[in-house]
């Protein structure tokens, strides 16, 4: 069968959209992750705040308020807000019957790196020793179990990887994905591409200073975005899910709207943020 041919300048939008949904959602997670560290720690009375590098603590580890609830409260709250925020924008993905592209991309983007984030703190954490780490040495956790825990967190992204990718083939124009090179292309121009230009973005100002961690949990995202490839179009739908509208300008709507967070949060963020500031 022929293949439907797409304009070049489609390819075009369908990438700028793709970075742009990946940087707003990158910068958003970033943002709620470390906001509820943020928030436990004002509970525990820590001094904390966090910008563009991260998550800061006014005391050292040895701190008389670093007790065994307040490590484990905030220590996990980012991983966990990662976990629940993924959940809940794959399931909002799956019941949103009608959906433009971008809003599609970005609720791809934010389920898949929901999830990555989650997992991939423990991973950073672990070569770091600091963080879940510190939570694990805490409880007593001995390398058997991370081991365990990372051959699950494999497992899990894979099982992750072929559900997108299924919403996907539900919501996708037919001609996107019915042959081997459309699929290859679609990945690599809608997913990898995008993928690539925000770890080259993340490791600016870093002085070459990249911890093995660190390519580690870039290259995992592999586990995601691979398994795509191997799905196939379901028999059955769980939601009736209906294919995407053709670009209009809603899309232009709605990456305005990404755009004008993504900016917000970059400012504010830039400026550091932390509770006894906002009160």
């Known amino acids: 069968m022929k293949e439907a041919a797409i304009k070049p300048m489609a390819w075009v939008f369908m990438v700028v959209i793709s970075i742009i ?108 020793q600091t963080g879940v780490y510190q939570v694990m040495q805490l409880m007593h956790i001995n390398v058997i179990f991370l081991v365990m825990f990372a051959a699950l967190s494999i497992y899990f992204m894979i099982i992750i990887g072929i559900m997108n990718g299924r919403l996907l083939y539900l919501s996708l124009p037919a001609r996107l994905m019915q042959s081997a090179r459309q699929k290859y292309l679609f990945l690599l121009l809608a997913f990898v591409l995008p993928w690539f230009l925000l770890v080259g973005i993340t490791m600016i100002g870093k002085d070459g200073q990249v911890l093995f961690g660190e390519i580690m949990m870039n290259l995992s995202i592999g586990f995601i975005l691979f398994p795509f490839l ?30 004008i967070l993504m900016a917000v949060l970059l400012f504010w963020m830039k400026q550091g943020v932390s509770i006894t500031a906002m009160l």
């Open 21 to 128: 949904a990946i940087l707003t959602a990158h910068f958003f997670i970033d943002f709620i992750c470390n906001f509820s560290a943020l928030y436990f720690s004002y509970d525990f009375d820590i001094p904390a705040h966090f910008d563009l590098s991260g998550l800061h603590f006014g005391i050292d580890d040895s701190h008389p308020l670093w007790t065994f609830d307040s490590a484990v409260t905030i220590y996990l709250s980012r991983p966990l807000t990662a976990l629940i925020f993924g959940f809940g924008v794959f399931l909002l993905s799956m019941r949103m019957k009608r959906k433009q592209l971008s809003s599609l991309l970005f609720l791809i983007w934010a389920n898949i790196l929901g999830f990555h984030t989650a997992l991939s703190l423990f991973v950073e954490d672990a070569f770091t």
């Open 230 to 259: 191997l799905t196939k179009k379901p028999d059955h739908q769980l939601f009736r899910i209906k294919t995407v509208n053709d670009m209009s300008y809603r899309d232009l709507m709605i990456v305005g709207i990404l755009l």
